[in-house]
């Protein structure tokens, strides 16, 4: 390939997306009010519309004769280059709106560097995802702080549900040797640098929410090496059903 | 009121609707026109969130990013229209936790139609097809019905559902361009949608309990078998495009009247399902309370949070 770097380090963002949008789009229907279905399914139209253009563009620079589907649907689970966050399950409401809360700060950070890349393709699918993930950002945050703020018990499991997703966080900031390769061409977004903000945004939230920024010092990696959680192969058996047991069809 | 004061109040009411003019919330209306109106609009806003489930069961399997993202798109839809149908019915003087007591307590019917399972990809595509088909021939004449908020929530449900029954008919259409496997998909979707959507446009007119006042309301334009037939007039063309087979041996074209003779439906099963005991009935009510139950605590913390924010409003006001 010629560009293997580049060809990887766009699946690295677009996996992020395909995922998280995957597990939103589980939720459809079965959330706590009409109101909540209907913008999470708002905000998992517009990862997987994201991936969609990541892909494509994958896909051309793949020099070989891929698509999008082919992307998505027919890697092995240790090709998928996601971060851990995005695959965690839908255990309840709490941790729904504290995965896309943790998850849509750094995604902004990220689109806003990402604007100013050397890639024109890269810079103009950032600079539309912009407009949408700042969107998913204050219906996450809002979420936040009601349910921080709400009732004893919503404050509890929102607690519980940062608590828990917080050892995620890190590696959001993690540098592949594809994300080196790419900084040092200008077209990749210098992820350290973005973790101050980060938290600094995150914890003010938190406080926000009468919420406890968790004190942790250990965190769980992987994800972007294709060592994903116990949670992924299922994810994958229902993403990949069709095109694994239908194999070269169009649909 | 006297009773003369109420029928004469009746009487311009009644000839408001003839002569096509919209009834509106505030204006006077009959308890019976209210009643009859809370019913079938709360109906269909049940129909639109239950609907969502054997479709929302595809969402994380969809053969294709395009298709997944139409997909979502489509339930999407499907809530918004629960919305302002539910929006609708408010204007009456009830409250949305009222009627999803109804739903869930199984007081409330939603269509027969979604308590059936959607057990493969080309199921999607019947469901648009067929089912989003029928609701746009029912719903249609709707458009102009007597009840303003009503008429005015189906101009833009008619819309989107007949978007909808395009993007289901070409699903079909490529599954029908596509391998044996996939033709035989798309064949038996046919055969087990076809029946249930002929169901779907209500019993047979003998049957039929609502239909003569509902005529007069103009919730109701055409009956019940006039649906149908034309429902199977408009969709049996299309299946011949697929070189799909409608699954019923009597169904032929009859060029006297001018639309095709078909079989008798299964009443039997229809009212067994209305009753509640079709395929997935209990599934259907198990996921829609469930999901109910879970979010308690949501929209309980959502509401205390909101009353917070409120009083920190007026003690700063203070
Ligand atoms: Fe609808
Ligand atoms: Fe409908
Ligand atoms: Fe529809």
Redesign the interface.
């Known amino acids: 390939m010629a560009n293997q770097n580049l060809y990887n380090y766009i699946l690295g963002i677009a996996d992020n997306s395909l995922v998280l949008g995957?597990r939103l789009?589980?939720l459809?229907?079965?959330?706590?009010?009409?109101?909540?279905?209907?913008a999470g399914?708002?905000i998992?139209?517009d990862l997987?519309?994201q991936?969609?253009s990541y892909?494509q563009y994958a896909a051309k620079v793949s020099g070989k004769e891929l698509t999008?589907?082919d992307i998505?649907?027919l890697r092995l689970e240790r090709d998928y280059r996601n971060v851990l966050l995005v695959e965690q399950p839908n255990t309840?409401?709490g941790y729904v709106i504290a995965r896309q809360y943790l998850f849509d700060v750094f995604h902004l950070l990220f689109l806003n560097e990402l604007q100013y890349s050397k890639d024109e393709t890269l810079s103009a699918i950032a600079k539309k995802g912009i407009k949408e993930v700042s969107y998913h950002k204050r219906f996450s945050g809002d979420w936040i702080?009601?349910?921080g703020?709400?009732?004893e018990?919503?404050h509890e499991?929102m607690q519980e549900a940062v608590d828990d997703l917080w050892r995620y966080t890190d590696e959001l900031f993690e540098m592949s040797e594809d994300d080196q390769q790419m900084v040092s061409e200008g077209i990749g977004v210098d992820l350290p640098k973005l973790k101050e903000s980060y938290y600094d945004e995150v914890s003010e939230l938190l406080s926000e929410a009468t919420l406890e920024i968790p004190e942790r010092k250990y965190f769980s990696y992987g994800g972007k090496n294709g060592v994903h959680t116990e949670h992924m192969g299922y994810l994958l058996a229902?993403?990949q059903?069709?095109?694994r047991t239908?194999p070269n069809?169009?649909? | 009121m006297s009773e003369k004061e109420v029928k004469n109040l009746e009487a311009i009411f009644e000839a408001r609707i003839a002569r096509d003019e919209k009834i509106e919330p505030k204006d006077w209306m009959p308890e019976k026109y209210r009643k009859t109106h809370i019913r079938q609009i709360s109906q269909h806003a049940h129909s639109e969130i239950v609907g969502m489930l054997p479709e929302g069961n595809w969402i994380s399997r969809a053969p294709s990013l395009r298709r997944k993202a139409a997909l979502l798109a489509k339930v999407q839809d499907e809530a918004g229209h629960g919305l302002y149908l539910y929006s609708a019915c408010e204007t009456l003087g009830v409250s949305r936790d009222e009627l999803y007591d109804q739903l869930h307590s199984g007081k409330a019917k939603y269509s027969s139609i979604f308590n059936y399972p959607t057990v493969t990809w080309a199921d999607i595509g019947a469901i648009g097809w067929l089912v989003d088909g029928a609701a746009i021939i029912n719903q249609v004449p709707l458009c102009n019905t007597s009840f303003g908020p009503y008429a005015r929530a189906m101009v833009r449900v008619c819309k989107e559902e007949s978007f909808h029954q395009r993007q289901g008919y070409e699903i079909m259409l490529t599954l029908c361009n596509g391998t044996e496997e996939q033709k035989a998909m798309a064949q038996d979707a046919l055969n087990r949608w076809w029946w249930p959507s002929l169901m779907m446009l209500g019993p047979t007119d003998a049957e039929s309990i609502h239909t003569e006042q509902s005529m007069k309301w103009k919730l109701k334009r055409k009956t019940n078998d006039e649906l149908r037939q034309q429902f199977i007039d408009q969709t049996v063309p299309q299946a011949d495009i697929l070189g799909l087979t409608v699954p019923d041996p009597d169904l032929k074209w009859n060029e006297e009247r001018g639309s095709y003779d078909f079989g008798e439906i299964d009443w039997d099963e229809f009212w067994q399902v209305v009753k509640g005991h079709g395929p997935c009935n209990k599934e259907r009510m198990n996921a829609r309370v469930g999901a109910w139950e879970r979010g308690t605590w949501v929209r309980d913390a959502a509401m205390a949070y909101a009353e917070k924010q409120e009083e920190k409003k007026v003690s700063k006001a203070s």
Do not use: V
Request: proline letters at 2%; a negative charge.
């Open positions: 995957q789009g589980e459809c229907g079965h959330g706590p009010s009409l109101e909540t279905d209907i399914t708002n998992s139209l997987i519309g991936t969609r892909f999008e589907d998505a649907f309840h409401f702080k009601r349910l703020d709400g009732t018990e919503s499991k229902d993403l059903y069709m095109q239908y069809m169009q649909w």
